[in-house]
């Protein structure tokens, strides 16, 4: 059961103790049933067998740290096998079907921690990089979880069944799956700290207790489709890109306008970039999503990437810009914008191209909404429709991908072969002359 009494699961589990009580020292497997009312039971055959599971509790007392301050209750020298070991158990009780079945389980880890001191270890040590509001909303979802399970119950005691427990809790209380989704992304960032630092057991790749719990069910992935952001028409873009229109933003808005059409980039991507971001790689210009400089951060791995900046990008001037910038000394793309937006280095941009939406007349959808991403849905459906191959789709706006597909896009192949492939479905057939004309207007 969970600390608060409720059920984490419905279904029995068995949990395997072997211990060296049997004749001749050998091992001797005891299986313990654990009911979903909160009973508990080890199966026993004969006498001489019950003897034996007796001498594994003594053990168990030794060697296990949540026996160490237990009395064992007695029992009758000579009772039914099966009887007489569940009424051992029963009699420890709840806490004790806790203890059993976590210990049984789990190797003591190098340096165990209460989860509610682990969180604050975890939360201290991401926030140097992490952005003040990420910060808030991870600190919400792990010390929720720590309260869930309690703060001063060791870490090294939690398991898949906890987090099922508090998942259930959550989705009960009228969280919707995408809000659970990243709360136990969360989470499994927190257990893959907590290995790294010794207060819990290392596990396999693919089995961090975190994982697994939340997946998009069909109708759910339907609806998300249908009210998300959605993609602009070739007819809209070119209104929301013609000269008068763009001349209406900002100068750094402008061009973060056209550096979003043509590269698909996340908002915080385009806002967060930095002069040392481009650069020149086998003669191509290239622009690289990165977070390794001051106030940058990225989705997820995939999101790190290096790629060509496209020909119209270079007819607008984008490069001239890097280089008339570098030489008055600036550091960043937007040097006007203050590192370390409480919402993120995008947010000035995502709010400006809102306005500029709406300015430009475009109405919104029956079903979805329209904003800064929508180019970013853009740049992908139009290189689809172009038949640009899945893989330097993903490759160019940093989608994740099977492990199949990345030898394509991360072997041989460079700068120049992505533009030759990807550049040709984005193609918004723009006048480019007049467009940097207003580009460079101060």
């Known amino acids: 059961m969970a600390k ?49 599971a007796m001498e594994a509790f003594a053990e168990m007392a030794k060697t296990m740290p949540a026996f160490r301050q237990r009395e064992i209750p007695k029992v009758n020298p000579e009772p039914e096998p099966e009887e007489g070991i569940r009424s051992v158990l029963e009699a420890l009780g709840a ?23 682990s969180a604050d270890a975890w939360l201290k040590s991401i926030e140097a990089d992490t952005l003040k509001k990420t910060l808030i909303i991870k600190a919400a979802a792990i010390n929720g979880f720590a309260q869930h399970v309690g703060v001063k119950t ?6 898949r069944e906890d987090v099922s427990a508090w998942v259930e809790a959550l989705r ?8 659970l989704i990243n709360k136990t992304s969360y989470l499994r960032g927190f257990f893959n700290w907590a290995v790294s630092a010794g207060a819990y057991p290392k596990f396999p790749k693919d089995e961090n207790p975190a994982a697994g719990h939340v997946i998009y069910r069909k109708q759910e992935k339907k609806k998300r489709r249908a009210f998300g952001f959605k993609a602009f028409t070739l007819e809209q873009i070119q209104a929301l890109y013609a000269p008068d229109a763009l001349a209406n933003l900002s100068e750094g808005a402008r061009w973060g306008a056209v550096i979003g059409l043509y590269t698909g980039a996340r908002v915080s991507e385009v806002g967060q970039l930095a002069l040392v971001d481009f650069t020149t790689v086998d003669g191509v210009p290239c622009m690289t999503i990165t977070d390794e400089g001051e106030g940058q951060s990225v989705k997820n791995e995939p999101s790190l990437r290096t790629i060509p900046i496209h020909p ?9 810009r890097v280089e008339r910038l570098r030489g008055q000394g600036e550091k960043r793309l937007f040097p006007k914008i203050k590192v370390g937006s409480v919402n993120g280095q995008g947010d000035w941009l995502s709010k400006a191209y809102g306005r500029h939406i709406e300015a430009v007349g475009i109405t919104k959808p029956d079903k979805g909404k329209y904003g800064f991403h929508s180019l970013r849905k853009t740049a992908i459906q139009s290189m689809k429709t172009a038949k640009v191959p899945l893989e330097w789709r993903c490759a160019y706006v940093g989608h994740d991908l099977d492990e199949e597909h990345v030898e394509i896009y991360s072997g041989e192949y460079g700068p120049r072969e ?3 492939i990807v550049a040709p479905g984005l193609n918004w057939g723009l006048r480019l002359s007049d467009a940097r004309e207003v580009l460079w207007k101060g």
């Open 418 to 420: 992505m533009l030759g």
């Open 172 to 179: 009960t209380s009228g969280l919707q799956t995408p809000t």
């Open 4 to 52: 608060d009494g409720s059920e984490g699961h419905d279904k029995p589990r068995k949990r395997v103790v072997v211990l060296r009580t049997g004749a001749g020292n050998e091992p001797v497997d005891y299986a313990c049933k654990i009911n979903a009312d909160g009973s508990a039971s080890i199966e026993a055959n004969g006498p001489e067998d019950h003897a034996r």
């Open 154 to 159: 060791m870490l090294h005691e939690v398991q």
């Open 95 to 117: 806490s004790l079907q806790r203890s059993f079945s976590v210990q049984a389980a789990l190797p003591a880890p190098s340096r165990p921690r209460a989860i509610g001191k």
């Open 312 to 320: 119209d990008l270079i007819t607008l001037g984008l490069m001239e």
